[in-house]
C-alpha cells in the first residue's frame, strides 16, 4: 500500500491500483493517521481534529463508523485494513510496515538536492 500524501491525497494498492476513500471525514481521519503513523493517535485528538469544539453526541460512534469504512476499504485492495490501522491503548494507529508514506521519502530526496 502506498500513501501519496505530497498535494491531494491519494493511496494505491499493493497492485498499483487507486484505492477509493470516499468519505472526507474519513479521509481526515486517514490523514491524521498518516501525519502521526505508528504512534497511537487518541480518539479525542481525532474527535478534536474532526470536529473542533463542535463535536457530535455520538462523536466516538461516528469516529468508530469513520475507522472501519476506511479498514473495508483498504482491505478491499488485497491489503489488511485491519493490520493496517490498529486500534490499540484507547485510539487508533497507522502502522506502516511494508507502507509507503511517499512525503517522507520525498523529504529525502529534496534534503539529497540541497
Given at each position: 500500500m502506498?500513501?501519496?500524501?505530497?498535494?491531494?491525497?491519494?493511496?494505491?494498492g499493493e497492485d498499483g491500483?487507486?484505492?477509493?476513500?470516499?468519505?472526507?471525514?474519513?479521509?481526515?481521519?486517514?490523514?491524521?493517521l498518516i501525519a502521526h503513523a505508528g504512534r497511537v493517535r487518541s480518539v479525542d485528538a481525532l474527535i478534536e481534529d474532526l470536529w473542533g469544539d463542535v463535536a457530535p453526541r455520538t462523536a466516538e460512534k461516528t469516529l468508530a463508523s469513520y475507522v472501519s469504512r476506511l479498514r473495508r476499504a483498504l482491505?478491499?485492495?488485497g491489503g489488511s485494513g485491519?493490520?493496517?490501522?490498529?486500534t490499540r491503548g484507547g485510539g487508533y494507529a497507522l502502522e506502516p510496515n511494508r507502507h509507503e508514506i511517499v512525503a517522507s521519502c520525498a523529504r529525502r530526496e529534496e534534503a539529497r538536492s540541497w
Open positions: 502506498r500513501f501519496l500524501v505530497l498535494g491531494p491525497l491519494e493511496v494505491l491500483r487507486p484505492v477509493p476513500i470516499r468519505g472526507s471525514k474519513e479521509r481526515l481521519v486517514l490523514v491524521d482491505e478491499g485492495q485491519r493490520a493496517l490501522i490498529q
